[in-house]
């Protein structure tokens, strides 16, 4: 039988990029995927997609920055399943500038969606779980959660805040069975880092920077999310996993480099 056969798993932002893997790498282990995303048909087309190679899948509209929407997304998928197995807060924004040109709305915006939207979405789902004395939330966090890069500096906040929540989750809820992890991924080939990607700078800053020498892919994010709603990870509560190439390890240095 499959590792996750049956379970009902939620996974924001699961149309595109890392949520778009995860949804896919849960559902070839047998979960039914709920793909929540604010864009309905996009959601559906990918849904749709799934059921016609044999998986098990549903789209259900969601915007995580208004919390009236997430309780109607909690109780479409109670209402149908009857449960909650696992929880993914992927759903993240990002507007890249200098500290001093941020304005308020932006603040708003990211705030809104990567911290708001992870907190409101656990809690609702958190509620079902602790009723039923189980389940697993894994939080999208990032890199910027760990080292901070210049432009990003609102981003990183709603990164590290979604660390630390979910530490204070993890504990609270130990009790009841549900744990709650995060993972933290680098520079990975999705829609939204790649104009960094396609940067001649950026590329040699990956490739040099990172002892891996590469940027890492979304299937391998979604490899580490099964791993955290899995029973084989049973024992693991309150973690932040790096999903970095090595970045964060130490400097890696072009054996080129060293030649000069």
């Known amino acids: ?12 932002g699961g149309s595109r990029g890392i949520g778009r893997a995860i949804v896919r790498r849960l559902c070839e282990e047998g979960a039914i995927g709920v793909i929540a995303n604010r864009n309905e048909l996009e959601g559906k087309g990918y849904a749709d997609e799934l059921c016609r190679e044999g998986y098990k899948a549903v ?20 209402n149908q399943f009857g449960r909650i197995d696992i929880l993914v807060n992927s ?26 939207g992870v907190f409101f979405t656990c809690l609702e789902v958190g509620k079902r779980m602790i009723a039923q004395r189980s389940g697993a939330i894994v939080n999208i966090a990032s890199l910027q959660s760990e080292e901070v890069l210049s432009g990003r500096a609102i981003y990183a906040a709603t990164k590290g805040g979604v660390r630390q929540l979910t530490k204070a989750l993890a504990v609270e809820w130990a009790e009841y069975g549900v744990r709650v992890n995060a993972v933290s991924p680098a520079f990975i080939k999705t829609p939204m880092v790649e104009r960094v990607l396609s940067h001649p700078l950026w590329d040699a800053i990956i490739r040099t920077r990172t002892p891996l020498g ?42 080129a480099i060293l030649q000069l």
């Open 59 to 78: 789209a259900l509209p969601v915007d995580v920055s208004r919390v009236q929407d997430i309780k109607k997304l909690v109780e479409a998928v109670i």
């Open 91 to 116: 759903a993240g924004v990002n507007v890249r500038k200098p500290a001093l040109e941020y304005t308020e709305e932006e603040w708003q915006f990211m705030v809104d969606v990567n911290l708001k």
């Open 214 to 255: 590469r940027p890492g892919t979304p299937e391998e994010v979604a490899e580490v999310v099964l791993f955290l709603v899995s029973p084989r990870s049973s024992y693991i509560t309150g973690v932040n996993v790096l999903v970095d190439g090595g970045w964060t390890a130490g400097m890696h240095v072009d054996e």
């Open 1 to 12: 039988m499959a590792e996750l056969q049956d379970r009902i798993a939620i996974v924001t």
